[in-house]
């Protein structure tokens, strides 16, 4: 198994698969093994493992950084 996608917690991602509220864009909330993400349409959260996240991801976008 193989990491491509490089992200932090405020980036924002986006998935080739819409979700069922039909946004493609979701805000990372928590970088870890497991990866908890915030849908931008209805703001529904989930948590996936992050190899299996790791192959929805078509772009990251970067959010603003406080370091
Ligand atoms: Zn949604």
Redesign the pocket.
Known sequence: MSIRWKFFVGDVLELKKE???G?KKFIVLFAGSDIKIR?N??R?EMVLPRVQLDKMIRSVIPGEKND
Request: a neutral charge.
């Open positions: 979700h069922p509220c946004e849908c349409g209805c529904r």
